[in-house]
């Protein structure tokens, strides 16, 4: 029996990669795109797009973000680890981390996927999964220390507004949304530190739900042995000196930072003028604020959803929605796809060398 458990789960997870897993989000993003350029592209929209050593120059510099972003995850890790995984060993990770989280609903996203990847790489369930908790942990701090500052720095009603040709709408609905989202994003946050840090039994009773999961169902006989590792391992993290948290607090930062800046490299690479220091804050908050309703998209990776907000709420800060709707899908190019092309390579080998079949 345990064997036929260990011969399913490969093909489990092989299921995410089928070719319809993939091409769904693609096709998705790409038929919105498409339906905004049809709609919104005039003949004026391309001339005003000129490509220039200088867009170029920026456009790199999008790219770099990413790679810092990715970079930084590959820090975090390692710290968290104490330095277990190599860089080529975390790289791995966090690619195939990045690309379940860009085949499912960005509600699920790949944390709980994520506990079997560190696992099969070397640490104990217990101890991945206090990883695991401690980067959720961390990224929620982020956005809850964050978000508050920019809120003191800006306009407050300039962020939640809209201009259209025919009038500004101001979004008081978006804006309760995002309050909304702030105070969920709080709560859980109190609860994992709570659990991390003073009620590791508690995490213990939500590992035991994560591997309710159908891809993690057949280790659930396996999750009360879990649970007590994850004591320990609460343990473990307890004690780490403030110099351990600041460490990978920081890579935290840098990570979110760079992903966010990716945007206003885009917008420099095509618009010479016309934005100062306070115009790209301004980008920067909105791009949080355009995360909190991203995580309620129900589509993979928040395909489709995602290009629409963009070409809606940063739109405002190009001369056309035509080519907002192009912005769009060079972002996601960027930031988006380059993960679901490399988790389609690595995976299938990573499965093939984590999971050799036995015979019978």
């Not at 990978?248 to 930072?257: D, G, K, L, V």
Request: proline fraction near 4%; aromatic fraction near 16%.
């Amino acid at each position: 029996m345990e064997t036929t458990n260990k011969q399913s789960s490969p093909k489990k997870l092989l299921h995410g990669v089928r070719p319809s897993r993939i091409i769904y989000p693609i096709l998705i993003g790409l038929a919105v795109v498409v339906y905004m350029l049809v709609k919104e592209v005039d003949a004026n929209t391309f001339s005003l797009i000129e490509f220039t050593w200088y867009t170029i120059f920026w456009l790199c510099i999008a790219l770099f973000m990413m790679v810092i972003r990715d970079l930084g995850y590959m820090a975090r890790l390692r710290i968290l680890t104490d330095r277990k995984f190599s860089w080529g060993k975390a790289f791995r990770i966090i690619m195939l981390w990045e690309f379940t989280s860009a085949i499912t609903p960005s509600a699920i996203g790949g944390t709980s996927v994520a506990i079997l990847y560190l696992n099969k790489e070397g640490l104990k369930v217990g101890r991945s999964s206090a990883v695991v908790m401690s980067t959720s942990f961390l990224d929620e701090l982020y956005f809850i220390i964050m978000f508050p500052l920019l809120i003191l720095l800006l306009n407050v009603k300039q962020l939640f507004m809209i201009e259209s040709p025919e009038h500004s709408i101001w979004l008081d609905s978006l804006l309760y949304f995002a309050l909304g989202g702030y105070l969920v994003k709080l709560v859980y946050l109190i609860v994992l530190t709570y659990g991390l840090f003073w009620n590791p039994r508690g995490l213990k009773w939500l590992l035991l739900w994560i591997f309710k999961l159908p891809v993690l169902r057949k280790w659930k006989h396996g999750a009360n042995k879990a649970g007590s590792d994850i004591i320990e391992s609460s343990k473990e993290l307890r004690r780490k000196p403030f110099l351990f948290w600041f460490k990978a607090f920081m890579a935290t930062f840098w990570s979110w930072t760079a992903r966010y800046w990716v945007v206003n490299a885009m917008l420099l690479a095509f618009m010479l003028e016309g934005y100062g220091f306070a115009d790209h804050i301004m980008i920067f908050a909105r791009q949080l604020v355009m995360w909190i309703m991203m995580l309620v998209s129900p589509t993979p990776g928040g395909s489709g959803f995602s290009e629409w907000v963009f070409t809606q709420y940063l739109g405002d800060f190009l001369p056309t929605a035509g080519l907002a709707a192009s912005m769009a899908l060079i972002w996601r190019l960027i930031s988006y796809y380059p993960y679901l092309f490399i988790g389609v390579y690595l995976l299938p080998r990573w499965i093939k060398k984590h999971f050799k079949n036995t015979k019978s």
